[in-house]
């Protein structure tokens, strides 16, 4: 019980190393920090955005950014107008483009 009510949330911290990471050039850490910093706290919108973001433009699979994406839209899609509309926009052209090769995407 101790160890839930003393738990201090460190999605920010995660979040900081995650951007430094970018900034080095150093993409597929950034990765894992914004991951860590979404898991730490879910309710980190930008985060969770910078994530799949990241994801969708590092691995050639998308399925994992398609996955993300689906997420954001399903839970925090009223936060940010703008990163809402983009993320809608990238599910769409996701869609399209396993539907152009006749894979699916589950």
């Not at 990241?54 to 954001?72: E, F």
């Not at 809402?84 to 869609?95: D, L």
């Amino acid at each position: 019980m101790a160890t839930l009510k003393g738990k201090k949330i460190r999605d920010k911290e995660y979040y900081g190393l995650a951007t430094v990471f970018y900034e080095l050039k150093k993409p597929k850490q950034a990765i894992k920090m914004f991951e860590k910093a979404h898991f730490e706290n879910p309710r980190n919108y930008r985060a969770l955005y910078q994530y799949a973001k990241l994801s969708d433009d590092y691995y050639k699979d998308k399925k994992i950014a398609y996955k993300l994406y689906i997420r954001y839209v399903e839970s925090l899609y009223d936060k940010d107008e703008d990163i809402t509309n983009y993320v809608k926009k990238r599910i769409a052209e996701i869609k399209k483009e396993y539907f152009m090769k006749g894979e699916s995407l589950k």
